[in-house]
């Protein structure tokens, strides 16, 4: 517990810090590119413009009840998804990225994983913007569900900082993390229901589903966003999510405290 309140004090201490670093990290990703922050959205958007054509074109059919729009449906799933991924990947990299300060004795490097996923959630902001105002061109219109929003996007930035605490730790001395991280979101992403609907599974596996706590931040953005549902209506899911996310935590703690005094050592 020491642990993580002083965790916490760290980044309450730095905050002017971190956010002014995770500005300058979010502006070098398009330092000598021309099209510069323009391709941060080519991508995602592309990806989900290739899923709705394979779901709605190819296969004819989409995986949701109803006459809701699939690209709505999907978008809902995928952005959250893109955050949590390109977060977890930059944190988990972000000693080696950042290795000049980590050899600052001075330097609270606790706070360096957060550097690179406050980065990212500067960009997931910028795509909640969009996804709303697409929701608004269809006609669907923002309601009080929508404050959720800042719920879940705050729940998953723990949950980020709680994993990434682990890899970034442990990518030092042991870089295939990276690959297996690779792995680990590229079939997280088929086993969490963000292409296909929960309710395609047999009610009586649906409670393994749930031990993935994206599960809870994917099906909260479209609770949020398309079916109305409150947070506090889910509240053994929320029990979960917040338990394994501060168990994470204290897995983190524990290998940052154990590993860190030989980080500059290896760097």
Not at 9 to 32: I, M, P, T, Y
Not at 124 to 138: C, E, R
Not at 217 to 235: C, M, P, Q, T
Request: with cysteine.
């Amino acid at each position: 517990m020491t642990g993580l309140f002083i965790t916490i004090k760290d980044l309450f201490q730095s905050r002017k810090l971190l956010f002014s670093l995770a500005k300058n990290d979010f502006k070098n990703k398009f330092v000598g590119s021309y099209f510069g922050l323009l391709w941060s959205f080519v991508q995602p958007l592309a990806t989900i413009a290739v899923f709705i054509f394979v779901f709605q074109v190819g296969f004819r059919s989409a995986p949701i009840e109803g006459d809701f729009p699939f690209a709505l449906w999907l978008t809902a799933g995928l952005i959250p998804w893109f955050y949590f991924s390109e977060a977890w990947n930059t944190a988990t990299n972000s000693f080696f990225d950042y290795s000049f300060l980590v050899k600052k004795v001075v330097f609270k490097i606790s706070i360096i994983p957060m550097i690179k996923i406050l980065s990212a959630l500067f960009l997931h902001v910028i795509f909640i913007g969009i996804m709303v105002s697409i929701f608004i061109l269809y006609g669907y219109y923002p309601n009080i569900y929508y404050l959720q929003l800042i719920y879940y996007a705050f729940a998953m930035t723990v949950f980020l900082i709680s994993l990434s605490l682990i890899t970034s730790s442990i990518i030092i001395f042991f870089k295939d993390i990276g690959q297996i991280l690779n792995i680990i979101l590229q079939f997280g992403m088929w086993l969490t229901p963000i292409l296909w609907r929960y309710t395609m599974i047999p009610e009586q596996y649906r409670w393994i589903l749930k031990l993935n706590p994206m599960y809870y931040i994917v099906e909260g953005y479209r609770d949020s966003l398309i079916f109305n549902v409150a947070f506090w209506h889910k509240y053994n899911q929320s029990m979960w999510f917040w338990g394994m996310t501060a168990l994470f935590f204290i897995i983190g703690l524990y290998c940052f405290k154990k590993l860190k005094p030989h980080f500059a050592d290896v760097l």
